[in-house]
């Protein structure tokens, strides 16, 4: 079992450039979530999706875009990168509301200048 | 909104002391409260506390949720250098949105 992928590990854009982060998971779980980590401000939730199709926003979404088209699959774009966007990304997926079986994705760290 | 406030925002000990950790909660309908330890890479799940289930503990760890005071401890107990960390707590509101509200961690430093 991989668990939950992320790629890339590391990243460095310019201002304005877009991107897409990817997040898999094998475990055939229907809820899955991006955050960001800044320093001094824990993990704050972007974007969540209970399944296939649906998603939903979370604390700070604005500037991201995602979509679910499988289960597996729950991918973060950035539209237009700004540097307030320089952070660490993780992405987790868990069944729904059981939170003590949520795996946690090994993060990408991006840097926007 | 909801709020998670966790104290100290760091803490050095030296290794085999005790330490305590805080996390308070402003949530509507609370469902239950999450710790974490993050080291180097992802947060991983220590304990989920709910109102059927108030006091949990692991080895050394231990953990107790206080819902008059809307609030919740992590004991680590004879800390050993590889309890060096992040620790962070998540709280879930029983509102109809299925997500977790984090604190901004406490970092832990053991030293030898």
């Known amino acids: 079992n991989a668990g939950v992928t992320q790629t890339p590990k590391f990243q460095v854009l310019k201002t304005g450039q877009s991107m897409t982060l990817q997040c898999a998971q094998d475990?055939?779980?229907?809820?899955m979530s991006w955050y960001r980590q800044d320093p001094g401000m824990g993990l704050r939730l972007i974007h969540y999706s209970v399944g296939a199709g649906i998603t939903d926003q979370g604390e700070v979404p604005n500037g991201y875009n995602v979509s679910r088209s499988t289960t597996e699959d729950f991918p973060l774009r950035l539209l237009s990168a700004a540097p307030s966007q320089t952070s660490v990304y993780f992405c987790a997926s868990s069944p729904v509301l059981v939170w003590e079986e949520q795996y946690f994705g090994p993060g990408t760290r991006l840097t926007v200048t | 909104e909801d709020k998670v406030v966790q104290s100290p925002l760091s803490l050095v000990v030296h290794e085999g002391d005790t330490v305590t950790l805080n996390c308070s909660y402003e949530v509507t309908n609370f469902r239950s409260l999450l710790w974490y330890k993050q080291e180097k890479k992802a947060p991983t799940f220590l304990f989920m506390l709910t109102s059927s289930g108030i006091e949990k503990k692991s080895g050394r760890l231990s953990s107790i949720l206080d819902k008059k005071e809307l609030s919740s401890i992590l004991n680590i107990t004879a800390t050993q250098t590889g309890d060096s960390a992040i620790y962070l707590c998540?709280?879930?509101?029983?509102?109809?949105?299925?997500?977790?509200?984090f604190g901004t961690g406490t970092r832990l430093t053991i030293i030898p």
């Open positions: 475990m055939n779980h229907e809820y």
């Open positions: 998540a709280v879930e509101s029983n509102f109809g949105n299925e997500k977790l509200t």
